[in-house]
């Protein structure tokens, strides 16, 4: 893969290359999109397990395919009863909505640029940048995103750094050594934090 082969130069990411072999992420189907947002939604602030069993019950609660028309389909109080909080019921709703009405054309997202995909999802309430940028990286696998508000990020880089770099300092570090595969850095730092 031309990124490992670009990255396998860079002190810091090396090692992570050997220990975790090939980066995983890869562009998913259009179809997917959608859910894949809503899961984004739903995983907001909670830890991955909490966030996969409230998905899965969403996901069971319309019947084992999310969509438009399924989210809008449930009440507030049955989606709450999944174990989405009252914002977030608000946020798939606006979602489903803007999806349904074509005000987001999600099906056409991966031919924006990162900015422009950013800029449309950002109008959704409840998706914020980061939100935007986990789609990027892992819907639409594009290649140099590198989320420097990421918590995970942070204490990666720190890990794998030894230094610890906010806002445009990490974004500078980041560009200098490891674009136009930031994305895939992300993905090493990331598994930096778990045990191997």
């Not at 966030?51 to 009440?75: H, L, W």
């Not at 950013?118 to 789609?135: H, P, Q």
């Not at 906010?166 to 200098?176: I, K, M, Q, V």
Request: aromatic residues 10%.
């Amino acid at each position: 893969m031309k990124a490992e082969k670009f990255l396998a130069k860079d002190k810091y990411i090396v090692p992570l290359v050997k220990t975790w072999g090939h980066c995983t992420i890869k562009p998913i189907k259009k179809s997917l999109y959608f859910e894949d947002l809503v899961d984004a939604i739903t995983s907001q602030q909670l830890s991955g397990k909490a966030a996969k069993t409230i998905f899965n019950r969403v996901k069971d609660c319309v019947g084992g395919k999310i969509s438009p028309e399924a989210i809008i389909s449930k009440t507030d109080q049955k989606l709450r009863d999944c174990g989405l909080s009252w914002g977030k019921v608000g946020y798939v709703k606006d979602l489903a909505k803007k999806v349904k009405s074509g005000e987001l054309k999600i099906k056409n997202l991966d031919k924006l640029s990162d900015e422009e995909v950013v800029d449309e999802l950002v109008s959704v309430k409840g998706i914020g940048r980061w939100t935007a940028e986990m789609f990027l990286m892992f819907s639409l696998g594009r290649p140099d995103i590198f989320p420097i508000d990421d918590l995970g990020i942070k204490k990666g880089f720190e890990k794998v750094v030894g230094k610890r770099l906010e806002g445009r300092e990490l974004s500078d570090f980041s560009e200098t050594r490891w674009k136009p595969y930031r994305t895939v850095a992300s993905w090493y730092l990331w598994r930096s934090l778990e045990n191997r």
